[in-house]
């Protein structure tokens, strides 16, 4: 017992114990710290070793003692483990594929793996005085069985290392997976892809699955999305008229990108029905499904404001509708008119006076007080803001739209410039003549209150945006006549 205890190796054995213990307990905190620490025991250890005549990679020679003899063994066993360990740390900090964060801890995964197995061999051969063929031989048998028994899993494996590589997507895309998965990629490990779907679940697809389907990276090249739709129309429409009334369309939808170019195309066309192919263009696929709802909807109301209608349902009989004018066709696309009966929307038309602008005109200038309820008839318009360095958009008008409510209810001059991006048709509802539709009928003037809100919501900006609560109908009346009687009675006086 007492040469045990004498014996540098014991010693060294008990500091070995000692200083993990300390490295684990002191520098928790400092990962750094604590590789220093254990570099140097391994250099200590390897010193210790050669000192006493044992070379880790030449068989243990047993020396009759059988304490001894486990202590020996325990030191070598630790030193292989500590050099596997000291290897595998200089691979991760040092293996680097192109700066692919990705790749690189695949690789660093695939060596580490083959270093500890190295060191395992190491050990069953110069620890164990195992013969390692027949160990290989066993283990051989052993991968065939397990490799059967994991046949799927392995599949999967492989098929992971080769997509890692490939790299037909990565995290952050927006791909879609022959057999109906679509949407962002969260996740790549070694088994399977986590993505995320527009129904914000989530799918997680094994990667041999993946391997043998097609992929279509919707963000690659660029995260430019393109979508095309079949719109329909009577066909007793001209095809030249639909088609300007659908390129307007586009020009009124902001979200779809001038490059590429958004087109029009006649795909069909057969005495009942002329069918458009419309394709566009957003910057993100994540805004695609907004922009194609909201296209719908500008498609909906310029082709109502040429007179075109949209082509029946087969088998379904056209029903004869009534003959309306161009001012009663407006009308029924402004919303706030909506409440009012019918003789009175068509009292509504009959008052509207229709003004014509070039593309490029300027229809309100920024200091100027509308005096009267301009609607849009056909054509797109801009309203731009001055934010002290340029002017930026801050919203598009279209068919139904209408502008000039702000002024008719507060009396403050406008603060935006409304410019046309395409030939505009404006008509024109005097503000005298909008009073008295407002104290008739009150639905229609909190409809234009509500109206009024949103507008200024969009035009002010931030740091001047107060809270508005929408007025009740008899101050908004009360506050439309005020400003009124400011305006025209006393140039009627004069």
Not at 155 to 167: A, Y
Not at 175 to 181: A, E, K, L
Not at 211 to 225: D, G, L, M, T, W
Not at 296 to 311: F, K, S, V
Request: net charge neutral; proline share 6%.
């Amino acid at each position: 017992m007492q040469a045990l205890i004498h014996d540098p190796l014991v010693v060294t054995l008990g500091l070995l114990v000692v200083g993990v213990v300390a490295s684990r307990v002191l520098f928790r905190r400092y990962p750094l710290g604590r590789a220093i620490v254990r570099v140097v025991f391994l250099l200590l250890l390897t010193l210790a070793l050669l000192y006493a005549g044992i070379i880790p990679y030449q068989p243990l020679q047993p020396t009759g003692v059988p304490v001894r003899d486990v202590v020996h063994a325990v030191l070598k066993i630790a030193w292989w483990l500590w050099a596997a360990w000291f290897l595998v740390g200089f691979v991760r900090a040092f293996v680097r594929v192109e700066y692919r964060p990705h790749e690189a801890r695949l690789v660093q995964d695939l060596l580490a793996g083959l270093v500890y197995l190295t060191a395992l061999f190491a050990i069953v051969a110069y620890v164990l005085n195992l013969p390692v063929q027949g160990l290989l031989a066993t283990s051989g048998v052993i991968a065939i069985i397990l490799g059967l028994a994991l046949q799927s899993t392995l599949g999967d494996v492989f098929s992971g290392i080769v997509l890692s590589f490939s790299r037909p997507y990565r995290p952050g895309d927006w791909v879609n997976i022959d057999g109906g998965t679509e949407g962002r990629v969260i996740e790549i490990n070694w088994r399977a892809t986590h993505i995320l779907t527009g129904r914000r679940d989530l799918a997680v697809l094994p990667n041999s699955t993946i391997a043998r389907s097609k992929i279509v990276n919707v963000s690659s090249p660029s995260r430019i999305r393109g979508t095309t739709l079949t719109v329909p129309v009577d066909g007793r429409s001209l095809p030249s008229v639909a088609a300007e009334a659908l390129e307007q369309a586009f020009v009124n939808c902001s979200a779809i990108i001038a490059t590429p170019a958004p087109s029009v195309a006649i795909t069909a066309i057969n005495g009942s029905a002329i069918e458009f192919g419309v394709t566009f263009f957003v910057a993100d696929h994540a805004v695609a499904s907004d922009t194609q709802n909201e296209l719908l909807g500008h498609i909906y109301r310029h082709l109502a404001a040429a007179g075109i209608a949209l082509a029946p349902a087969p088998n379904m009989a056209l029903l004869p509708e009534e003959p309306r004018t161009r001012p009663q066709q407006v009308v029924e696309l402004t919303g706030i008119f909506a409440s009012l009966p019918t003789t009175e929307r068509q009292a509504v038309a009959a008052r509207l006076k229709p003004r014509f602008y070039k593309e490029g005109d300027e229809l309100l200038a920024p200091g100027v007080v509308m005096r009267s309820f301009c609607i849009i008839a056909s054509g797109v318009v801009s309203g731009r803001r001055d934010n002290g360095e340029y002017e930026e958009e801050v919203t598009r008008l279209g068919p139904g739209d209408h502008y000039g409510e702000i002024a008719l209810l507060t009396g403050a001059a406008s603060i935006v410039r409304v410019t046309a991006l395409t030939p505009v048709l404006i008509y024109e509802l005097a503000g005298e003549e909008l009073s008295s539709i407002l104290e008739t009928y009150p639905e229609t003037s909190q409809a234009l209150d509500r109206s009024r809100a949103r507008r200024q919501a969009t035009i002010t900006p931030p740091e001047t945006a107060t809270t508005d609560e929408a007025m009740p109908p008899h101050r908004l009346r009360s506050r439309f006549s005020e400003w009124l009687h400011r305006r025209y009675v006393p140039a009627a006086s004069e």
